[in-house]
């Protein structure tokens, strides 16, 4: 079973309105954390925000804001005021807290949302 | 704050030919990891160190893929020979890993990437 699915392989969204891109994770550890990084055209993955398993609140970073419901296993990433920058292509990744042998961290990402800003 | 540095950003090489991609991560993290991205398979992991160690290398595709990392500060993976299969954008990130205890937090930081094409 895939531990990231992103569902929406591309959105459109017009400029200056919200957006929310979906995540929804699987993971039998109780510490984990959910990341969304953004990958414009140029290639860069760019870190956007981050909600550990135990945070009681949603995280926020400006415009970017995580709706974390941890019953539903779901960590969406909402985009207000769209941006024409903000076109690229947006990837969910989780980072389990099990510790295997010396300790691996690695992110698992999923397949990302291609999301396309209209003037 | 310099944050994770990868050259080549670009290299085109023939089949059969060597490549070193080349990484410097975030002064003072003690975590590293070469991904692997292209379309079909998406952002793949290929190697993790931990204070220079290897931990993770089961996502090394065959045994012509080679990585090390002499010290803190410097990574290289190696191809060799090369494939046009193995043309895809290999990123570099780092992180900060504590030890045991919560550390899914810890942000990776990802470079800017290193486009290879092998003809």
């Known amino acids: 079973a895939q531990k990231i699915t992103q569902t929406q392989p591309g959105m459109f969204v017009q400029e200056k309105e919200a957006v929310t891109l979906d995540c929804t994770y699987d993971?039998?550890?109780?510490?984990?954390?959910l990341f969304w990084y953004k990958q414009p055209s140029s290639g860069e993955m760019i870190f956007l925000i981050y909600?550990?398993?135990?945070?009681?609140q949603n995280a926020t970073e400006g415009r970017y804001s995580l709706n974390f419901q941890k019953a539903r296993k779901s960590a969406n990433l909402v985009i207000s005021a769209s941006q024409l920058g903000d076109s690229a292509m947006y990837f969910c990744?989780?980072?389990?807290?099990?510790?295997?042998?010396?300790?691996?961290?690695?992110?698992?990402f999923g397949k990302g949302t291609k999301l396309s800003v209209i003037p | 704050d310099a944050g994770v540095i990868q050259s080549p950003r670009h290299e085109v090489t023939e089949m059969g030919q060597e490549v070193t991609l080349r990484c410097k991560p975030i002064s003072g993290h003690n975590s590293l990891f070469w991904y692997r991205q292209t379309m079909m398979r998406g952002l793949e992991l290929l190697i993790y160190f931990n204070n220079n160690v290897p931990i993770d290398d089961s996502g090394m595709p065959e045994d012509r893929f080679s990585a090390k990392m002499p010290n803190a500060s410097f990574s290289t993976l190696k191809i060799q020979p090369s494939e046009p299969r193995d043309s895809a954008v290999y990123f570099c990130?780092?992180?900060?890993?504590f030890g045991r205890g919560r550390n899914a937090g810890n942000t990776i930081y990802f470079g800017e990437g290193s486009w290879l094409t092998v003809v």
């Open positions: 990744a989780m980072r389990e807290g099990k510790i295997t042998g010396a300790g691996s961290y690695q992110l698992t």
């Open positions: 990130a780092s992180s900060f890993f």
């Open positions: 993971t039998s550890d109780q510490s984990y954390g």
């Open positions: 909600q550990g398993s135990y945070d009681e």
